[in-house]
């Protein structure tokens, strides 16, 4: 896990195989590096991978020692002991539960706003390096509905309409679901934009989290 602060790498390899699962051999040869955090050898792409969360969401209130108090269905004992074991909740459990190790990584998310604001900010500035094409993937502890989605989407590219370097897709993971938007394609006045909507089953949240330990 190398020298950072936090351990984010669970994160950043939960992104890339459920990219690879759900879109495709296109991802399949991203690594986990920095500036940003996947990237394709060949540098045709490179995804940065943050998480957003509500300001007035208290996760503290998710934290596995609270677990104590609650009855555990029979057939969630083997996630919950995954969760304790792994330090990792994201996936399981419908995202009830937050594992201790990503509980500083939660606590330092922002609001959606604010965190694509700031990542819009980088990649106009060059902070990314050079790379062909521009992701951004979010983690969402919060669900969205389709319209706020669209909304993101239209938000952002607003944010970086003047800008010589830009995203041209974004990837908005919740736990149930992935949606993936074409940034070049977002007008106001022609709706729908163009997003896709993956649904995430839980065996394939509980084979995302495993495979990302």
């Not at 208290?58 to 108090?69: S, T």
Request: proline share 2%; net charge negative.
């Amino acid at each position: 896990m190398g020298g950072r602060k936090f351990d984010t790498c669970f994160f950043e390899r939960y992104a890339q195989i459920t990219l690879e699962t759900l879109l495709g051999e296109e991802y399949a040869d991203l690594v986990n590096k920095d500036r940003p955090d996947l990237q394709k050898p060949d540098r045709s792409l490179g995804i940065e991978v943050t998480r957003a969360m509500t300001a007035s969401k208290d996760v503290a209130q998710a934290m596995l020692k609270e677990m104590a108090g609650h009855d555990v269905k029979e057939e969630d004992k083997e996630e919950v002991n995954q969760i304790i074991e792994s330090g990792y909740g994201y996936g399981l459990q419908d995202g009830r539960y937050v594992g201790y190790l990503e509980y500083e990584y939660w606590q330092l998310a922002h609001p959606l706003r604010r965190i694509i604001e700031s990542k819009v900010s980088k990649v106009g500035s060059g902070f990314y390096g050079n790379f062909d094409e521009y992701g951004l993937y979010i983690f969402c502890k919060d669900d969205l509905d389709e319209n706020e989605v669209i909304l993101t989407m239209e938000y952002t590219s607003d944010l970086q309409r003047n800008l010589d370097i830009r995203y041209s897709k974004m990837y908005l993971s919740l736990i149930d679901r992935l949606y993936v938007c074409d940034l070049t394609q977002v007008d106001r006045l022609v709706r729908p934009t163009q997003c896709t909507s993956y649904e995430i089953s839980r065996h394939q949240r509980k084979e995302f989290f495993i495979k990302s330990i």
